[in-house]
């Protein structure tokens, strides 16, 4: 599977974004979706994630702002982001892990500005 991100652009301190991640394929086998952001000069690091079971885990930085969900019926995969602080500015991309994969989007850059 492929996937591809969108939603990303400027948006002020306190305003809501929401970010797509489409996939070429079927996402219902698929054991973990997941968004991750990279700052600059920064390794990756995990903002949210969805189980097959639909069990959701979240970065402490994001909770209760943050809110990761999919939609089977369009092979797609949503962060929705609230609150959005400065902080938040970084590149996001969204990942699938399967006992045979581990695909990444191409990353959509949110800048959060004060």
């Known amino acids: 599977v492929q996937l591809q991100a969108s939603g990303g652009g400027l948006v002020q301190d306190g305003e809501s974004r929401r970010l797509s991640c489409a996939a070429s394929?079927?996402?219902?086998?698929?054991?973990?979706l997941a968004w991750h952001r990279q700052f600059p000069g920064k390794e990756r690091g995990l903002v949210a994630a969805?189980?097959?079971?639909?069990?959701?885990a979240y970065a402490d930085s994001v909770k209760g702002r943050f809110t990761i969900s999919r939609d089977a019926t369009r092979n797609t995969i949503y962060l929705q982001m609230n609150s959005l602080k400065p902080e938040d500015t970084a590149v996001y991309y969204c990942?699938?892990?399967?006992?045979?994969?581990?695909?990444w989007g191409q990353g959509t850059q949110v800048t959060v500005s004060s």
């Open positions: 969805i189980s097959r079971g639909g069990n959701t």
């Open positions: 990942n699938a892990v399967t006992d045979s994969y581990n695909v």
């Open positions: 394929g079927s996402i219902v086998g698929i054991n973990l």
